[in-house]
Structures are given as structure tokens and as C-alpha cells.
T-cell receptor, first 113, second 114 residues
Framework: DAKTTQPTSMDCAEGRAANLPCNHS???????VYWYRQIHSQGPQYIIH???NNETNEMASLIITEDRKSSTLILPHATLRDTAVYYC??????????????FGKGTRLHILP | DGGITQSPKYLFRKEGQNVTLSCEQNLNHDAMYWYRQDPGQGLRLIYY???????QKGDIAEGYSVSREKKESFPLTVTSAQKNPTAFYLC?????????????FGSGTRLTVV
């Protein structure tokens, strides 16, 4: 089973910031939080990941709470092309024979014109 | 450019036939994965492999088989024992040496069994 909980769907107006929450209350100390998105009928695309600190890249920002039990993905200026399913995932962060990603159902983000 | 290639993009087969989906990567990644996605659903893990000549079952391995004879290749065979093979199949790879990289996914193969 996936170790994360996300809302099924969210709407966001074009040009506004999209804030996608994720709960991972059972996360272990050595597990990273990863975010991916999947545009219809394509393979998932890596967005960002983090362990403890907040992270930012050209696509998004990741805010992780101090207790690491939840996180928020922020798309600062959403466009129609950001309409996709967003997956929040936890993954062990070291070489591990059992390393694998278990996907939940994700959040379907609709960007409204 | 490095990447992961799945072929073909669309595949049609008659019921009862085995079919093999191709997945090739030139990223020098150690690990490779196969996922299945049904309409409106998330991805479910079929098989994964961390090194050549070794692989593990995922959550829904029944009716599928894989091989990992080369680092670059991880073909998936959908056998006649798979009761509902029609689905979107995604292959992914990753390096296990550095967690600063996530998974890289292929563009998928849509299998339809008639």
C-alpha cells in the first residue's frame, strides 16, 4: 500500500499558486519525499524531492513540515499545462535491493482558465 | 540524449497469446521497473530489478514474467495467464547509487487484448 494520503482532486485558477498537500505520517527517518506528475497518457515526470529541508527548483517548491509527517508541493504560477495527476511518494534513500516506488492514486489538479 | 524507450506505443493481441513489451534505457541505470495503469487509476508495480540477472515480484506479478540479461534491457512478457491484460504499461529506471535522481519513465505501451 502507498504510504501517502492526498486529496483526490483540486482546482486552481490559472496564474495563481497551486498548493498540493500530502500526508505521510508513517515516514521513516531515511525516507525521502518525492513528487511526480502524470499528464494524460504519458509516463510520470519527476518534479522534486526532499528529506528534511524545503527545496526549490525550476518547476516547483517543496515544503516539508518539521515533524516530516506532511508536505506541500507548490507550483508558483500555474498554467493550463500543469493540469495533471500529481503523485506524492516516499522512498528509502540508499542503495537497497528492495528499493521501489509504490504509487497511490494521486491528486488530479485542474487548472481553470 | 539519454532516455528510456518503450516499444511499441500501441499493441493489439488476441486473447490467449503471450506478448512481450520492450523497455530499453541508455542512462546506465542499475534499477528498472514495470508498472501497470488502468483507466483512472494509479500505477501498480508488476516487477522490478536492481541488478542484472536478478528481479523481484511487485504487487501484481501474477500472469507476467520478466528477464534482466542486460543492464539496458528489461522486457516484460504478458502471458495468457493474465486475466485482464488490457492496460497501459509503463517502464521506469533509476540509479541506486544516488538518491538525487528520481525515476525516469518511458512513454508507455498501451496493450489491448481482443
Amino acid at each position: 500500500d502507498a504510504k501517502t494520503t492526498q486529496p483526490t482532486s483540486m482546482d486552481c485558477a490559472e496564474g495563481r499558486a497551486a498548493n498540493l498537500p500530502c500526508n505521510h505520517s508513517t515516514i521513516s527517518g531515511n525516507e525521502y519525499v518525492y513528487w511526480y506528475r502524470q499528464i494524460h497518457s504519458q509516463g510520470p515526470q519527476y518534479i522534486i524531492h526532499g528529506l528534511k529541508n524545503n527545496e526549490t527548483n525550476e518547476m516547483a517548491s517543496l515544503i516539508i513540515t518539521e515533524d516530516r509527517k506532511s508536505s506541500t508541493l507548490i507550483l508558483p504560477h500555474a498554467t493550463l499545462r500543469d493540469t495533471a495527476v500529481y503523485y506524492c511518494i516516499v522512498r528509502v534513500g540508499y542503495r537497497n535491493r528492495d528499493d521501489k516506488i509504490i504509487f497511490g492514486k494521486g491528486t488530479r489538479l485542474h487548472i481553470l482558465p | 540524449d539519454g532516455g528510456i524507450t518503450q516499444s511499441p506505443k500501441y499493441l493489439f493481441r488476441k486473447e490467449g497469446q503471450n506478448v512481450t513489451l520492450s523497455c530499453e534505457q541508455n542512462l546506465n541505470h542499475d534499477a528498472m521497473y514495470w508498472y501497470r495503469q488502468d483507466p483512472g487509476q494509479g500505477l501498480r508495480l508488476i516487477y522490478y530489478s536492481q541488478i542484472v540477472n536478478d528481479f523481484q515480484k511487485g504487487d501484481i506479478a501474477e500472469g507476467y514474467s520478466v528477464s534482466r540479461e542486460k543492464k539496458e534491457s528489461f522486457p516484460l512478457t504478458v502471458t495468457s495467464a493474465q486475466k485482464n491484460p488490457t492496460a497501459f504499461y509503463l517502464c521506469a529506471s533509476s540509479t541506486t547509487a544516488n538518491t538525487n535522481y528520481g525515476y525516469t519513465f518511458g512513454s508507455g505501451t498501451r496493450l489491448t487484448v481482443v
